[in-house]
């Protein structure tokens, strides 16, 4: 399997989906693979990244309306 993912997304511990679909560093079919993990809705990590409280915590913050 060919690894199309943007080396911009690998520097993001915590990245929101819609906006890395709107910018082509991943695709839906990516998203929904192992490879990431979703912590809320939009907001996804990698697969390999420990979930930690802190971790959730940034994650929750981002999945709040607004811009943080």
Excluded: K, N
Aim: aromatic share 8%.
């Amino acid at each position: 399997m060919v690894d199309r993912t943007s080396p911009q997304l690998r520097e993001h511990v915590l990245f929101r989906g819609s906006e890395a679909l709107a910018a082509g560093m991943v695709s839906r079919r990516a998203l929904r693979s192992d490879r990431f993990r979703r912590l809320f809705r939009d907001v996804y990590t990698w697969s390999t990244v420990p979930v930690t409280h802190e971790l959730r915590a940034r994650a929750a913050a981002m999945a709040l309306p607004g811009e943080w």
